[in-house]
């Protein structure tokens, strides 16, 4: 929307236009469309509330009244339109209930106190995704060592054992978990704790250290049921 249309549906709402003119209230200027019309056949206005100059220092009189034992303070400054000059309520109290009067006499209401929200019922429990071995649960699987690849004869086979561990977490793959062995693998550093060990599922309940063996596993039993089911 343009600047144009702005200042026009502005006009039409009752503000004083592009003229700054002074505020019956503080006597400040207020800006360009900013003001609001407080007399009938007069050219007067007044800002909209909480937006005169004096408002930081009402409110530090406020503070201070409040402060002295009562903690509650109140000070009206409705502008009442009248043809000429407006009228400018300035009622100042500590009393709830000349304040709570004094509004109804202005057509407003009081303040309510706040309440919090209270909740129609407990917030459901978090369900949590199944693990896909129970916590702590051991686990066995055989494990080969195999070095660095060489030509004409491949990966040579290091070291194998069967191996024994228990259920840590889940792994960072899909159908991969991680397990403490029991006890160190013969190729591991004598006297020293056994690294954790991250295996792959072969989808019949064992598990081996052999991702791509595993998969192929998988694979296959997928193929299967898919057959056995067509």
Same mark, same amino acid.
């Given at each position: 929307?343009?600047?144009?249309?702005?200042?026009?549906?502005?006009?039409?709402?009752?503000?004083?236009?592009?003229?700054?003119?002074?505020?019956?209230?503080?006597?400040?200027?207020?800006?360009?469309?900013?003001?609001?019309?407080?007399?009938?056949?007069?050219?007067?206005?007044?800002?909209?509330?909480?937006?005169?100059?004096?408002?930081?220092?009402?409110?530090?009189?406020?503070?201070?009244?409040?402060?002295?034992?009562?903690?509650?303070?109140?000070?009206?400054?409705?502008?009442?339109?009248?043809?000429?000059?407006?009228?400018?309520?300035?009622?100042?109290?500590?009393?709830?209930?000349?304040?709570?009067?004094?509004?109804?006499?202005?057509?407003?209401?009081?303040?309510?106190?706040?309440?919090?929200?209270?909740?129609?019922?407990?917030?459901?429990?978090?369900?949590?995704?199944?693990?896909?071995?129970?916590?702590?649960?051991?686990?066995?699987?055989?494990?080969?060592?195999?070095?660095?690849?060489?030509?004409?004869?491949?990966?040579?086979?290091?070291?194998?054992?069967?191996?024994?561990?228990?259920?840590?977490?889940?792994? @960072?793959?899909?159908? =991969?978990?991680?397990?403490?062995?029991?006890?160190?693998?013969?190729?591991?550093?004598?006297?020293?704790?056994?690294? @954790?060990?991250?295996?792959?599922?072969?989808?019949?309940?064992?598990? =081996?250290?052999?991702?791509?063996?595993?998969?192929?596993?998988?694979?296959?039993?997928?193929?299967?049921?898919?057959?056995?089911?067509?």
């Amino acid at each position: 929307m343009s600047g144009a249309k702005i200042a026009d549906q502005l006009k039409r709402q009752g503000s004083q236009g592009a003229k700054v003119v002074q505020c019956v209230v503080c006597k400040g200027d207020i800006p360009p469309y900013a003001g609001r019309p407080v007399s009938l056949y007069g050219k007067r206005y007044a800002h909209h509330p909480d937006q005169c100059l004096d408002v930081a220092d009402r409110g530090v009189k406020l503070r201070e009244m409040a402060g002295q034992g009562e903690l509650f303070a109140w000070q009206c400054r409705h502008v009442e339109p009248a043809a000429d000059m407006p009228a400018i309520c300035d009622e100042l109290s500590t009393d709830r209930a000349p304040f709570e009067r004094h509004v109804r006499s202005h057509g407003a209401t009081a303040l309510q106190e706040y309440r919090p929200i209270r909740l129609r019922r407990t917030a459901p429990a978090a369900k949590l995704p199944k693990l896909p071995v129970n916590p702590f649960k051991w686990v066995t699987w055989h494990e080969e060592k195999r070095g660095q690849w060489q030509e004409g004869i491949g990966c040579p086979l290091i070291g194998e054992a069967d191996r024994k561990g228990q259920f840590w977490s889940e792994g @960072p793959d899909p159908h =991969s978990i991680w397990v403490v062995p029991l006890h160190p693998a013969p190729w591991e550093t004598p006297g020293r704790p056994a690294k @954790p060990v991250c295996l792959d599922s072969h989808g019949d309940g064992r598990w =081996s250290a052999d991702w791509s063996k595993a998969k192929r596993d998988r694979s296959e039993a997928s193929r299967r049921s898919k057959r056995n089911a067509a």
